[in-house]
């Protein structure tokens, strides 16, 4: 009988072959199905990548459109540049002005004089000049230099006085105390030559900032040449003043006209004059100026805007799409989800924008149209120029969230998601007003030092704490020193509070320059509150503005009217005016307002795009669990095929060694032949 043989042991048969390649067999169907299906998951997944990154691009292009300043910026251009130059902000209106520039703002510059006064020939900065105290008082003088008249002084109520306490009376000491003071005067030492002149230098131009100095001397005199008080420059000497400085350059102010009219400003650069335009005066001379509307900012927003959704339009076409003729679909053909984004965008495109007032409501009235073939937008540059330019607040009310109102001492400021697009009704009962604090009693004119030239005040909340200089003053000039030793205050200057002083019959009354019940002017403490003010002041609290927006009644804060109902958002500007009717205003939201928070909504985590990549991760990480069970269930078969094989194996081995010991029986038996003739 043959024998089984193989390399190997047992049956010789190739058992880890036989099952791996059983177990191989038995893997390819599922494990190719769960391939393709995780390649098509990977595919969506990238799809929906590219789609969320498109989209979230468009969004950013949004930005910029819905910015209100961006379409109003102006350009300006000077017709002679050396003479002046000038900038523009977004309330300029476009227009063209002649100016002819005559006389140029300096600020006053003061030194001590050797050649008159013996006793200003420094020729050290180690020279004593001498001790006590220097009082800087800012305003208009009439100082006549030659004549060295100084009849009067009137003190600017923007700049309060300042004292500094000289204790090192020589010139380099005098000189550092005034710079570390830090009061807007400059002081320096210059050697002209022969001697050391200590000067003294007005921070500001303008002739409202002329420096009066004022000594205390330590020696008693405050008028004569010697000691501090040769630093003396005021009219506290009566006729003619105390004039120990000479003046090198007078204080005074810019000098031109504007289309004829005359102009003059206390700073080379000059606001206010023109609405919305800083002029920059550096010569004398004449130039013309023009306005106009810059349209680069808009244009660039808008061009940006057609790009990103010609963008985002591109992408949803490459992934829908279909190639009869080839077969070939996109990665996202026959998706649901995108075919409703897709529909939700070209509705939003073509619903138009309540224009209200306004001039356009679609995107085709500036030259913005789109392509009946691919769904993408064309720009007319042209068209898109003239509406920039001849209707820029219609074209921000067709691109941003804007309000439209008709009368011109109400103005939009701003809207939230919650207000509703409308024609609303405004109404006004009473309009916003500024709290005050008017005396009981004529101030007192004399403020004596430790008597009552302190005075704790509370503007609009904000407690500041101000010492009044010493002083005999007259009914101005002592609403000067109060107001600009209140607006000094840095608590009040950083809380952007401050007041206005005046008078009536030598009574003060101080008033806040904020409107609304926040608005409030109070005194609070100080030695010099009853000499001030009188023992029983009025307190007069701000009121904010009252009205309706729409019929329904609206939030009044300060001069700002919030609505309330369908206008919930909607925040207005109330500048004076009339009570009663004050027409209407429009408010809608424009294509980028539309965009920007449906876009939103499918970029939140909340939105489509997480839900949807969420679940294709989710699907794809299933696959990797369907892998491993697989995989248990090929181990669980290759063990069971093993031990099968490894029984057959023992049984063909068992068969092996049976017929081994058959076939030797059967060889140790004597022929047939042999045993016949044994018998």
Known sequence: MGSISSPGLGSGLDINGLVSQLVAAEAQAPTARLDRRETDLQVRLSAYGSLKGAVSQFQTSLVSLQNISGYQAKSITSSDSAVLTATASSSAQAASYDLNVTQLAEKQRLSTDPVTNVNARFTDVTDVIGTGTLTFKFGTTDYTSGTDTYNSFTQNPDTASKTIKITDGSLQGIRDAVNEADIGVTAAIIFDGTYQRLTFSSGKDGAANSIQVVTDDADGNDTDASGLSLLAFNDAGGVGGTTNLAQNTAAQDSLFTVNGISISS?????????????????????????????????????????????????????????????????????????????????????????????????????????????????????????????????????????????????????ATDATLEGNYNISITSLATKGSLTGSAAANLTISTGINDAISIKVDGITADITLTAGTYTASSLIAEVQSQINSSTALSTANSSVVVTETSGVLSITSERFGSASDVVIVGGNGSADLLGTSPTNTIGKDVVGTIGGVTATGSGQFLTGTGAASGLKILINGGALGDRGSISFARGFAERFDSFVSSLLDDEGIFSSTIDSIESRIDGIGDDREVLSRRLASMEQRLRDQFIALDLFVSQSQSTSSFLTSQLASLPPIGARRSGN
């Open 266 to 414: 206390e700073s080379k650069s000059v606001k206010n004059v023109i609405d919305g335009i800083t002029l920059n005066l550096k010569t004398t001379g004449t130039s013309t100026i023009d306005i106009t509307v810059d349209s680069e900012a808009a244009t660039s927003a808008i061009n940006s805007f057609v790009e990103s959704y010609n963008g985002l339009i591109s992408n949803i076409n490459d992934l829908t799409s279909y190639d009869p003729d080839t077969g070939q679909a996109g990665q996202l053909n026959g998706d649901g989800i995108v075919r409703g984004l897709a529909s939700q965008v070209k509705r939003l495109l073509g619903n138009p924008v309540d224009a209200g007032n306004g001039a356009f409501s679609i995107l085709s009235d500036i030259g913005i149209t789109t392509n009946a073939t691919t769904g993408l937008l064309d720009i007319d540059n042209d068209k898109l120029a003239d509406a920039i330019n001849g209707n820029v607040d219609d074209v921000i009310g067709l691109f941003a969230a804007f309000g439209r109102p008709t009368d011109t001492l109400v103005s939009f400021d701003s």
